[in-house]
């Protein structure tokens, strides 16, 4: 049982590669970190939760904005 359980995760993280290797400037080296660092990706309820987890999210107010509009660019 474990080792078809361990077969289906694999064949869904290729899907899952694949499709992320389909977006322009993904290679298979950002595809595998993104796929090891969300694992499920059910888990977020949203799609900005997993920006936000992924530290994306541009800090709109606070000491992160603040220092962002500090920065030359």
């Known amino acids: 049982m474990l080792a078809l359980r361990g077969k289906i995760a694999e064949e ?28 499920d990706i059910q888990r977020f309820p949203s799609g900005k939760s997993l920006v936000a987890y992924a530290g994306l999210l541009t800090p709109k107010s606070g000491r992160a904005a603040s220092a962002l509009k500090e920065t030359p660019n």
């Open 12 to 39: 869904v993280n290729q899907d899952l590669k694949n499709l992320l290797l389909s977006i322009p400037g993904v290679g298979p080296t950002i595809a595998a970190a993104f796929i090891t660092e969300i694992g």
